[in-house]
C-alpha cells in the first residue's frame, strides 16, 4: 500500500482532527478497522492514522505507514483527540500536551504484540486516574460517539520525580 | 565530567528517556536510539541510531549486539543507562567489559512484571530501578517514576 489514500490538502477539510497512533513496532488493524468503520456514518473530523505498515486500504481515514518524529509531534499536537495503543510513548505525550487520549490496548491473543503488558499498563494508569481506556469494541464506539464528553486527564510537566532524578544523578556523580 | 552512554528504543522508552536528562547535567551524554529522527531532538549531544530489533527479529538481535560493540568500544562510556529494551540490554552487557557503571531503569509500562529485557538486566546492572512499588526486591528498587 502507498503512504496515503487521500490527497494531502484534503487532510484538514474538517475542523476537528482525530490522530490514530499504533506506534512503530507492528500494525494494529484491529482497532484501525474499528475506527476506519465508525467514520463511515460521521462527517464531522478528519482522521489522520499512522499505521505502521498496515496492509490493508483504509477508505475514511489518511494513512502514514510512519511519520518522522517532528512530523508526527505536529499532527499529535494540532489534533482534538488521540486515539492510540497503550504504548508510553503515546500516553506520556498526550500528558505532557494535556490532550483528550482514549487508549486500546494491543493484545497477545491477536498477535499484537509479544505479550500483554499493555493491558496491565492501562488498567495501572487507569487506576492512577491519568488516561481513559477502551477494552474492547463496544468501549470504543461509545468514546468515538462522544467525543466532546471525554474528559481530558491533569498535564504532567516535562520531567521525572525530583526523587528519581536525585538517584540517578547520584550515581552518576559518586 | 563523565561520559554517559543513555541508550534506549523509539517510542516511549525514548521518551522516558528524555524525562530524566535532568539528571545528566554536568556530564557529557551519548544517545542511541533506533529512529534517525531523534538526532534533531538532542542535537547539542551526539547521536547513533541503531537497528530497531527486538525478540521478534533474530537477525537484527545480531547486527543490533555488533553495532553497540563498535559504539561502545569507540565511545569508552563511564556511565551507561537506558530504559529499555533489547538495544539497552546489549549495551549493558557489552559496556561491563569496559569498565562502565550501569543503571537500568525499568519502563513505567512493565506493571504487572519487569520486563523482559529488564529482568536479564538486572544481572548485569550496578542500579536495577522500576517505576511500580509493589515490583521491588532486593535487587531492583523503586525510586520514583519518570512522570
Known amino acids: 500500500m502507498g503512504t496515503f489514500n487521500k490527497s494531502e490538502d484534503t487532510i484538514f477539510r474538517k475542523s476537528f482532527v482525530i490522530f490514530v497512533v499504533t506506534g512503530t513496532q507492528a500494525p494494529f488493524d484491529r482497532m484501525l478497522s474499528i475506527i476506519d468503520k465508525w467514520a463511515v456514518n460521521q462527517d464531522t473530523y478528519s482522521i489522520i492514522a499512522q499505521t505502521a505498515n498496515s496492509e490493508i486500504n483504509f477508505k475514511n481515514m489518511t494513512c502514514f505507514d510512519y511519520l518522522e518524529p517532528d512530523v508526527f509531534n505536529e499532527y499529535f499536537n494540532n489534533a482534538d483527540v488521540i486515539i492510540g495503543h497503550a504504548g508510553m510513548g503515546t500516553i506520556i505525550k498526550a500528558l505532557e500536551n494535556k490532550k483528550k487520549l482514549v487508549v486500546f490496548p494491543r493484545l497477545v491473543k491477536y498477535n499484537e504484540h509479544r505479550n500483554d503488558h499493555q493491558h496491565h499498563t492501562a488498567i495501572g494508569f487507569e487506576k492512577l486516574g491519568l488516561i481513559n481506556v477502551a477494552y474492547n469494541e463496544k468501549d470504543l464506539f461509545r468514546y468515538l460517539n462522544n467525543i466532546i464528553e471525554i474528559p481530558v486527564k491533569r498535564k504532567i510537566n516535562q520531567n521525572a520525580e525530583k526523587q528519581l532524578l536525585k538517584k540517578i544523578s547520584n550515581f552518576i556523580n559518586k | ?147
Not at chain 2, 134 to 147: A, D, E
Open chain 2, 1 to 147: 565530567m563523565k561520559k554517559i552512554l543513555a541508550i534506549s528504543s523509539s517510542g516511549g522508552h525514548w521518551t522516558q528517556m528524555q524525562r530524566i536528562t535532568s539528571s545528566f547535567s554536568g556530564n557529557e551524554v551519548v544517545y542511541v536510539s533506533t529512529l534517525k529522527g531523534y538526532v534533531k531532538e538532542v542535537s547539542t549531544c551526539k547521536y547513533y541510531q541503531v537497528k530497531d530489533a527486538s525478540a521478534w527479529n533474530k537477525l537484527n538481535l545480531i547486527v543490533l549486539f555488533f553495532q553497540l560493540i563498535k559504539i561502545i568500544m569507540n565511545e569508552r562510556p563511564d556511565i551507561v543507562i537506558s530504559t529499555g529494551a533489547a538495544p539497552g540490554l546489549f549495551a549493558i552487557i557489552i559496556s561491563r567489559f569496559v569498565g562502565a557503571k550501569t543503571i537500568w531503569l525499568d519502563s513505567i509500562a512493565n506493571y504487572e512484571q519487569i520486563s523482559l529485557s529488564g529482568k536479564l538486566a538486572k544481572y548485569f546492572t550496578h542500579l536495577h530501578l522500576t517505576q511500580w512499588e509493589h515490583l521491588t526486591n532486593q535487587k531492583t528498587q523503586f525510586s520514583g517514576k519518570v512522570l
